[in-house]
């Protein structure tokens, strides 16, 4: 069956970074594009970036510039690079299939049918 599993997340300090991966597996990831979400506290869970199968990307105006989203098919491997981050980056984060290829209403979770379990990061001093 379709499996999403994030790792990667932590504790880091204002400024650091973090990479986030999303392993997939019981189908072929070069045929969807996969989307990162994240959910803090209280709130309701965002769309924060999607590549699409062709590897075209899309991201929220909140992460743009120190986010970076990419893929590896061959590894089954979907990265998030989180760069110069911020407190209110915390969050639990997850990555999700979208319906198709392309990142249609990317970051709309609607159009997102299959997700992982979420790794936690933590932006604290």
């Known amino acids: 069956q379709v499996q999403l599993v994030e790792s990667g997340g932590g504790l880091v300090q204002p400024g650091g970074s973090l990479r986030l991966s999303c392993g997939a597996s019981?189908?072929?990831?070069?045929?969807?594009?996969i989307g990162w979400f994240r959910q803090a506290p209280g709130k309701e869970r965002e769309g924060v970036s999607c590549?699409?199968?062709?590897?075209?990307?899309y991201y929220a105006d909140s992460v743009k510039g120190r986010f970076t989203i990419s893929r590896d098919n061959a590894k089954k491997t979907v990265y998030l690079q989180m760069n110069s981050l911020k407190p209110e980056d915390t969050g639990l984060y997850y990555c999700a299939r979208n319906k198709g290829r392309y990142c249609a209403a990317a970051l709309d979770r609607t159009n997102y049918v299959h997700w992982g379990q979420g790794t936690q990061v933590t932006v604290s001093s």
């Open positions: 590549i699409s199968s062709s590897g075209t990307t």
């Open positions: 019981g189908f072929t990831l070069d045929y969807y594009a």
